[in-house]
């Protein structure tokens, strides 16, 4: 992936592109797929022309170095004059050494936070909510990710650190429905309130909080995901699925499973 930032007086993109080598022996039209124009609207990109005070950023994913060294003297002949400039911005080599690496520290990342909210729940709470709890985390990353992977998303490390955010802040919600839960488990312990109403009522008193609190986390990072750019549009898209998917998960995943366990012991008792 190389990033290049292109300062010029009349640039009009893509019609510019077509003529540079080594386009074409990538495909025109990948090309196009991949480009972004800041402060243009992609769409809008070779209808309009930059300012000579404007930066353009143009993104190219190429197959290998050999083709990147093609298209950058291909882009330096054409547009490196006394009048404009032209820098490399970044340059990221992704290769199959550096992928497993990256997907072997996004599994021990993800499974060793799900291991430390497990061991910290069950010694705040009891080992079945913490087990609740896992597992709607353990869902959220699922949907979370199949979510990315169905936008063809690359898992880049940004990513990976709103998975983990993703999971942080569903289980803050969670420990508020507990926390509801389990005072009024105290509260009803000798009362004749069936568990099934006692949950109900845990997670209705925390359904107003929850609601409230995702959305404004929603609206945040619908914007980042709108106009923030493409630099972080995967890390706010993987976060927008997982505010919205860990806001149910709470209180449709995790209470009902503290609530099977806790009458399957009850029924084992008598």
Same mark, same amino acid.
């Given at each position: 992936?190389?990033?290049?930032?292109?300062?010029?007086?009349?640039?009009?993109?893509?019609?510019?592109?077509?003529?540079?080598?080594?386009?074409?022996?990538?495909?025109?039209?990948?090309?196009?797929?991949?480009?972004?124009?800041?402060?243009?609207?992609?769409?809008?990109?070779?209808?309009?022309?930059?300012?000579?005070?404007?930066?353009?950023?143009?993104?190219?994913?190429?197959?290998?170095?050999?083709?990147?060294?093609?298209?950058?003297?291909?882009?330096?002949?054409?547009?490196?004059?006394?009048?404009?400039?032209?820098?490399?911005?970044?340059?990221?080599?992704?290769?199959?050494? +550096?992928?497993?690496?990256?997907?072997? %520290?996004?599994?021990?990342? #993800?499974?060793?936070? &799900?291991?430390?909210? /497990? !061991?910290?729940?069950?010694?705040?709470?009891?080992?079945?909510?913490?087990?609740?709890?896992?597992?709607?985390?353990?869902?959220?990353?699922?949907?979370?990710?199949?979510?990315?992977?169905?936008?063809?998303?690359?898992?880049?490390?940004?990513?990976?650190?709103?998975?983990?955010?993703?999971?942080?802040?569903?289980?803050?919600?969670?420990?508020?429905?507990?926390?509801?839960?389990?005072?009024?488990?105290?509260?009803?312990?000798?009362?004749?309130?069936?568990?099934?109403?006692? +949950?109900?009522?845990?997670?209705?008193? %925390?359904?107003?909080?929850? #609601?409230?609190?995702? &959305?404004?986390?929603? /609206? !945040?990072?619908?914007?980042?995901?709108?106009?923030?750019?493409?630099?972080?549009?995967?890390?706010?898209?993987?976060?927008?699925?997982?505010?919205?998917?860990?806001?149910?998960?709470?209180?449709?995943?995790?209470?009902?499973?503290?609530?099977?366990?806790?009458?399957?012991?009850?029924?084992?008792?008598?």
């Amino acid at each position: 992936m190389i990033n290049y930032r292109i300062t010029h007086k009349e640039f009009t993109a893509l019609q510019e592109l077509r003529n540079i080598p080594g386009i074409e022996a990538i495909g025109y039209e990948e090309l196009v797929s991949l480009f972004t124009l800041d402060p243009l609207e992609k769409e809008k990109v070779g209808l309009n022309q930059i300012d000579e005070e404007s930066l353009a950023s143009l993104i190219l994913q190429v197959a290998n170095n050999k083709m990147g060294a093609k298209i950058e003297e291909g882009i330096k002949k054409e547009f490196e004059d006394e009048e404009n400039s032209f820098v490399i911005q970044a340059t990221y080599v992704v290769g199959p050494r +550096i992928s497993k690496k990256i997907q072997k %520290s996004a599994i021990l990342a #993800i499974a060793f936070g &799900l291991i430390g909210m /497990l !061991v910290y729940i069950a010694w705040r709470f009891e080992l079945k909510f913490a087990l609740g709890a896992v597992i709607a985390l353990a869902h959220d990353v699922f949907i979370s990710v199949t979510a990315l992977s169905l936008g063809n998303y690359e898992i880049t490390l940004p990513i990976i650190a709103a998975v983990l955010t993703i999971i942080g802040y569903s289980l803050n919600d969670t420990i508020v429905v507990y926390d509801r839960i389990r005072e009024n488990l105290k509260t009803h312990r000798k009362g004749r309130i069936p568990l099934k109403e006692i +949950i109900n009522l845990g997670v209705n008193q %925390s359904l107003s909080r929850t #609601i409230i609190t995702s &959305l404004t986390t929603l /609206l !945040v990072v619908l914007v980042l995901f709108i106009w923030g750019g493409a630099i972080i549009h995967g890390f706010a898209f993987a976060l927008l699925i997982g505010v919205i998917v860990g806001t149910y998960s709470s209180d449709f995943i995790a209470a009902p499973v503290v609530y099977s366990w806790r009458k399957k012991n009850v029924t084992k008792r008598t």
